[in-house]
């Protein structure tokens, strides 16, 4: 089955850090990733995607992922934080067959970047 | 460009009363989905329609009816409401479901408790 695992429920870091937000992904074939992100009372936003091509995808506000064949991860990074990249990042696995097309989500994860 | 409109964002009912929410969207997406937002669980898909006059099943469909009688439009019913369908709903959609597309579009969510 394909899912998505997000391990951190809570990710702190201070402004002008770097940052991570962990997921690992099991999929049977190619995987097609995405980060969302939501903002409070807000409904989610799409920052990036992995289809195929470099393992170092570039999305919206500075974000970046590196997907990782062989541990299955695909990363969220930003290498300098802001307090208003504070939110709730969810990642997502595209779940396609030959009867279904469906987009998979993290439980999510909560970045809170502290002044 | 309104994008994708969902309405209405509150509402309170009574266990046992029914009530529809309207999803709509003005991007001309074949795509459309209707996912379920609860604490620590992530986003549950619930139904879809990859296009109109169709639907399909997601993990948790069951005490929800949908209907795409209209490409831009995306109904979900609640024909009897329990306790446990209090959650925020989130619409969304795509254009294609593709390598080269796939991001999904939200609306701004709909948060229902039922009483």
């Known amino acids: 089955a394909q899912s998505v695992a997000q391990p951190e429920d809570q990710v702190n870091v201070a402004e002008g850090n770097p940052l991570t937000v962990k997921c690992t992904y099991s999929?049977?074939?190619?995987?097609?990733l995405f980060w969302y992100v939501q903002y409070p009372n807000r409904g989610l936003q799409f920052l990036l995607k992995?289809?195929?091509?470099?393992?170092l995808v570039k999305g919206s506000y500075g974000f970046e992922a590196e997907f990782n064949k062989s541990q299955t991860s695909f990363h969220l990074k930003k290498p300098s934080a802001l307090v208003s990249d504070s939110a709730l990042y969810f990642c997502?696995?595209?779940?396609?067959?030959?009867?279904?097309?469906?987009?998979?989500f993290g439980t999510g994860t909560r970045l809170q970047v502290f002044p | 460009n309104a994008g994708v409109t969902q309405t209405p964002k509150f509402r309170v009912l009574k266990t046992g009363q029914s009530m529809t929410l309207l999803c709509a969207q003005d991007?001309?997406?074949?795509?459309m989905y209707w996912y379920r937002q609860d604490p620590g669980m992530g986003l549950r898909l619930i139904h879809y329609?990859?296009?109109?006059?169709?639907?399909a099943k997601g993990e948790v469909p069951d005490g929800y009816n949908v209907s795409r009688l209209k490409k831009q439009n995306f109904l979900l019913g609640l024909e009897s409401a329990a306790p446990s369908q209090t959650s925020v709903y989130f619409c969304?959609?795509?254009?294609?479901?593709?390598?080269?597309?796939?991001?999904?579009?939200f609306g701004e969510g709909s948060r229902l408790t039922v009483l």
């Open positions: 329609s990859v296009g109109e006059g169709t639907t």
């Open positions: 997502a696995v595209r779940r396609i067959s030959y009867n279904t097309d469906k987009l998979i």
């Open positions: 992995y289809i195929t091509g470099d393992n």
């Open positions: 969304a959609s795509s254009l294609t479901a593709g390598p080269r597309g796939g991001e999904l579009f």
């Open positions: 991007m001309n997406h074949e795509y």
């Open positions: 999929v049977s074939g190619n995987p097609y």
